[in-house]
Nanobody, 127 residues
């Protein structure tokens, strides 16, 4: 059973940066696809970034050019570097993983495909 633990959230002013981390424990040799998702109060959860087994990435239009997803397989860690943060980026951020080998775009838009989820880390951006 894979367990995901996120960290790195916090409160920043608009224009600032944060780097989220997601460490995977247990059964990580079977995970193939990973992604970052977020949910703001009163809104549905949405895809932020996806990454496939080959390291190809896909991003939501709202974060393109500002966020970067990456992974360090040796450390079983997924990252989300967030730059030029905006108040509308305020949300709970979740990482997710699955044994299926999705494309990066599928990892971005098909959150229903992910079996493993972290507990979330809060990001708050003030204006």
């Amino acid at each position: 059973q894979v367990q995901l633990v996120e960290s790195g959230g916090g409160s920043v002013q608009a224009g600032g940066s944060l780097r989220l981390s997601c460490v995977a424990y247990g059964g990580t040799s079977s995970t193939c696809s990973m992604g970052w998702f977020r949910q703001a109060p009163g809104k549905e959860r949405e895809g932020v970034a996806g990454i496939d087994f080959g390291g190809r990435t896909s991003y939501a239009d709202s974060v393109k050019g500002r966020f970067t997803i990456s992974q360090d397989n040796a450390k079983n860690t997924l990252y989300l570097q967030m730059n030029s943060l905006k108040p509308e980026d305020t949300a709970m951020y979740y990482c997710a993983a699955d044994d299926l080998c999705l494309t990066a775009l599928q990892a971005l838009v098909r959150m229903d495909q992910f079996a493993y989820w972290g507990q979330g880390t809060q990001v708050t951006v003030s204006s």
